[in-house]
């Protein structure tokens, strides 16, 4: 700050530290050749995914006389509110860390910069952090529409135009919305409440937008007639959203008819709420800042974890306070354990998406149909278990953060942590999978075979997937973040999910020889013993064998690296 007049700094400057730092901290990683490799192929492939089926889709759309580009513009106006809703919720959970809980903020304040200044820099950081993944997610989307409508490099430019006050927006509510919490609550305690209400209403976006089945606009002969179609296909529209307004920009050129006043709404009402954000900040910011410096009150003479010491008295001293120890830091965090409404919801749509699958069309076709759903059922729940172990197990290492160097330097037993977190990771994700394979299994109605074949697989898949995410998680940790939600997110939790998807995969290749042969000797009308000799032997053994070593590999690679630390 030397030499620093005031108001000199601009937007900048301050933005300055934070481009270097990451720029030397990508320099300085011996594996940022492989990490940028793969994570581009990676990004690559789920591009093309998502181009491929959106562009199918408006091909479709098109194809169909009358309300074509009716449906194309309603597609891209959804996927425009589902952006826009998960921007809002972003950018308020993100503006508490940038404004008001970041490290670098007493140096800052304590400087003579402009206090406009601040709120652009922070702001645009908060666009960053919170608005990357959509940004990305927008690519394939504008790309599919551009070239099923054979537009231009003109389209796209404007796509970029329409983008830029569309990020602005959510950005700059998100920070008036934290603003005004922080004013009434403590940071800390703010950030918690965020957090809850941030989860909740995620989880009702996604309820609600399942349950009101959007698969039926591409399907017409569901409704009575065409006026009762075209009701549904205009809802939830609103010419007060912008994602509407971005929608009938983009939709107008494709269509050749170009209305430039949505676009200008759109630019308008950008930097009216950002003036309004300015303002907002000059007012209120300073007592909140310093209301976010005060401590969150901590409750004296809280409660043991009583049911741990008569559950686990037979146990070690060391791993009874090891799992009291993890069940109190996971409880303590309320973006942690808030997160299980989310999860909850989840396995709610989950299960209601197979109960409403059209499988009964015959009796010899629903047999097999059934049948084969609920084996392919198997991977997509292992799936979602393999997601949930991503965000609660493979952080596990890394949350012990600096303390780790306390852990190891004292006679503790490496492997004894190791096993404390393991097992406190998987009994709750056997809790998730059995009644999700279960309930699933239950609804189709499958034979009684298919069902204890899936259902023992999903138990020895969901021990395997728990030692994944612990090894990976060991072997790639980081230490010194303080976002638990940015670790399963690194470069070791996108390799730990392709190593879940492969392992996945494996089990079901492994499988589908016995149960193809039992499905295959019902069809015939033999009995099922016919089949229960060498494709069911061989089967079972090769998915028990790839389990345990996919249970005892990564376990110890990640022991044998947290042994090797060194903090001196």
């Not at 950008?270 to 009150?297: D, I, K, N």
Request: hydrophobic content about 55%.
């Amino acid at each position: 700050m030397q030499g620093l007049q005031p108001g000199t700094a601009g937007i900048t400057w301050l933005l300055r530290p934070k481009v270097t730092g990451k720029l030397a901290r990508a320099r300085t990683d011996q594996g940022r050749v492989f990490k940028t490799v793969v994570l581009g192929l990676v990004g690559l492939f789920f591009w093309g995914v998502i181009f491929g089926v959106i562009w199918r889709m408006l091909l479709y759309f098109r194809n169909t006389q009358g309300v074509g580009d009716l449906l194309a513009g309603k597609l891209l106006g959804l996927a425009l509110l589902v952006f826009m809703g998960i921007l809002l919720l972003s950018n308020v959970i993100t503006s508490l860390s940038t404004f008001f809980l970041a490290q670098d903020l007493d140096l800052l304040m304590a400087s003579p910069t402009d206090a406009l200044k601040v709120y652009g820099a922070r702001l645009v950081e908060t666009i960053v952090n919170s608005s990357w993944m959509v940004a990305l997610l927008a690519v394939p989307l504008f790309l599919a529409y551009g070239v099923a409508y054979g537009a231009g490099a003109t389209f796209y430019a404007l796509a970029l135009l329409v983008m830029v006050p569309f990020l602005v927006l959510p950005a700059v509510v998100g920070a008036a919305v934290t603003l005004v919490l922080v004013n009434v609550f403590p940071a800390r305690r703010t950030r918690d409440l965020l957090a809850l209400i941030g989860l909740l209403a995620a989880a009702g976006i996604v309820a609600v937008f399942r349950f009101l089945r959007p698969e039926r606009l591409v399907r017409p002969e569901e409704f009575r007639d065409l006026v009762d179609f075209l009701a549904i296909l205009r809802t939830p529209s609103s010419v007060w959203l912008p994602n509407e307004w971005a929608s009938s920009s983009l939709m107008s050129f494709l269509n050749g008819f170009f209305d430039p006043f949505p676009l200008f709404l759109l630019l308008s009402t950008a930097a009216a709420f950002l003036v309004m954000g300015c303002w907002l900040h000059l007012r209120f910011y300073p007592p909140g800042f310093s209301r976010a410096q005060e401590g969150a009150t901590r409750r004296e003479h809280r409660s043991r974890s009583r049911w741990v010491e008569v559950v686990f008295k037979r146990f070690p001293a060391r791993t009874r306070v090891l799992v009291a120890k993890e069940i109190r830091v996971f409880f303590r965090d309320s973006t942690q354990w808030s997160q299980l409404f989310l999860l909850g919801v989840l396995v709610v749509v989950y299960v209601y998406n197979v109960k409403v699958l059209p499988l009964y069309t015959g009796e010899q076709v629903s047999f097999l149909l059934i049948n084969v759903v609920s084996f392919l059922n198997l991977g997509l729940a292992g799936f979602v278990v393999a997601a949930i172990a991503a965000r609660f197990v493979y952080p596990a290492m890394s949350l012990e953060g600096r303390m780790m160097w306390l852990l190891r330097s004292s006679p503790l037993d490496v492997k004894a942590l190791f096993w404390s977190k393991y097992w406190v990771g998987t009994l709750p994700l056997l809790a998730v999978a059995v009644p999700l394979i279960v309930a699933t299994n239950w609804i189709l109605e499958v034979s009684p075979l298919i069902f204890a074949l899936s259902t023992g697989t999903m138990v020895v898949a969901t021990f395997t997937l728990t030692a994944l995410a612990l090894g990976f998680g060991a072997l790639y940790p980081n230490y010194e973040t303080d976002n638990v939600a940015e670790i399963p997110t690194s470069f070791g939790g996108l390799l730990f999910m392709m190593a879940a998807v492969g392992y996945l995969a494996g089990v079901i290749v492994l499988e589908a020889w016995p149960v193809y042969s039992f499905l295959s000797a019902n069809l015939r009308g033999e009995p099922a013993r016919n089949f229960l000799t060498l494709p069911f032997v061989l089967g079972i053994a090769g998915a028990t064998t790839l389990s345990a070593v996919a249970i005892v590999v990564p376990l110890r690679a990640g022991m044998r690296k947290v042994g090797a630390l060194d903090f001196q």
